[in-house]
């Protein structure tokens, strides 16, 4: 056993004390990485200053100085020792004020969940005391840890968490376990890192959009939401004429047809000569030939606006659907549809995916995640690259409830 700290121990101790610089966490993570025993100590460690931590100072028994004293008293010389055996003993001495240290501290955390033991007494007094210990906040248990923990720690220290605490708009909306799910989400995260995005996102008209049932709805589908993305297609839903050819009867009737939709469909994606797409497929199709008698399916295919809208057969057939129809007729929707906020949020791949949870849409239509983006607290917070994994905190939650 060396008597003495090695470079290992002090990256331990800088881990558990928050103070590890951006050199040694790399040697510290490398060095867990690639020893079990590192990983199973850390974790030990982890765990004792967590205790102790909670636990706080405890007064020590009146009479623990004088028993020190009294044991001290006993270890009286006797004789004279040559030099080699002091200096064996001295070896020796210095191993064992280590392995004593450890010890002491395991007592002393010990002695202050169960309480000190009476002297001259039984067990019964320390049992006693142990029973009548119940702490009402939930134990940490070694499943709980995790080697990231030190860093949120450092986050949930810091000035940035502080001020996150003391702004209600931040506080209100990580209120909800939902939200903070969806935030913890790192690829929405970097996103909101995006000024830009953050901005459209408290543009009134992107709650005007979400707010609405049938949109939302709309959105929560995964191949409707991406049509969204499409700035020709969002123009096309707020054009009140378009929208009266996309909902025209004949055309949702041809459309119902699986071949003719996809065969619509991929013709609305062939610029500049759909038409001639579409009666090219009907030499092979027999649905689609019949559709080429249908006028209102030549008729939409010659609109470039309202071809945007086919070439996304599942967004083409929510046309079928009256609430959808009513709701972007709507003048408010329509130019909501036509503005560069939404487009600007529905082209980030991670907005659309938060959109599909029905936690984010509450907190954009109810104007909350505006409110905490509009503040300072939160999009500092969302720069510092341990926040997400800070949200799911059992100790952030507790800050909240706090």
Do not use: C
Not at 372 to 389: E, Y
């Amino acid at each position: 056993m060396n008597p003495f700290p090695s470079k290992n121990d002090e990256l331990l101790q800088a881990a558990l004390d928050g103070e590890l610089s951006s050199e040694e966490r790399i040697e510290f993570e490398h060095w867990l990485g690639h020893d079990p025993n590192a990983r199973e100590r850390f974790e030990s460690m982890q765990q004792l200053t967590s205790i102790v931590e909670d636990v706080g100072l405890v007064p020590p028994p009146p009479d623990l100085a004088a028993a020190t004293a009294r044991a001290i008293s006993l270890r009286k010389t006797v004789g004279v020792r040559s030099a080699k055996s002091l200096q064996g003993e001295m070896a020796m001495a210095r191993k064992g004020m280590i392995g004593l240290a450890a010890a002491a501290a395991v007592v002393l955390v010990t002695f202050a969940i169960t309480g000190y033991p009476p002297i001259g007494k039984g067990t019964e007094g320390t049992i006693g005391q142990a029973n009548r210990y119940q702490s009402p906040q939930p134990q940490l248990a070694a499943s709980d840890v995790k080697l990231g923990d030190t860093a949120v720690q450092e986050f949930l220290q810091s000035d940035v968490f502080d001020q996150l605490m003391k702004d209600e708009s931040a506080r209100k909306l990580l209120s909800d376990a939902a939200v903070r799910q969806a935030l913890s989400n790192e690829a929405l995260d970097r996103a909101l890192r995006d000024d830009s995005v953050a901005k459209a996102l408290t543009d009134d008209s992107v709650a005007r959009l979400v707010r609405n049932d049938a949109v939302g709805r709309a959105l929560s589908d995964d191949s409707i939401s991406r049509a969204f993305a499409d700035r020709a297609v969002l123009r096309a839903m707020g054009d009140a004429a378009a929208v009266r050819m996309l909902s025209d009867e004949n055309l949702q009737r041809a459309l119902k047809d699986a071949g003719v939709a996809r065969a619509v469909a991929d013709a609305a994606r062939v610029t500049g000569a759909r038409v001639e797409a579409v009666k090219k497929a009907a030499n092979n199709d027999g649905a689609m030939a019949s559709a080429l008698k249908n006028s209102a399916v030549m008729k939409a295919l010659d609109n470039d606006a309202v071809a945007s809208v086919l070439a996304h057969d599942r967004l083409a057939a929510m046309f079928a659907d009256k609430a959808f129809v009513n709701a972007i007729s709507d003048p408010a929707i329509a130019n909501a549809l036509r503005s560069e906020a939404v487009y600007r949020s529905m082209s980030v791949d991670a907005i659309r995916s938060a959109l599909r949870g029905d936690a984010m849409q509450r907190a954009i239509s109810s104007g909350a995640l505006a409110r905490a983006l509009n503040s300072n607290a939160l999009p500092q917070a969302l720069k510092n690259d341990v926040f997400g994994r800070t949200l799911m905190s059992p100790k952030f939650a507790a800050a909240l409830a706090n």
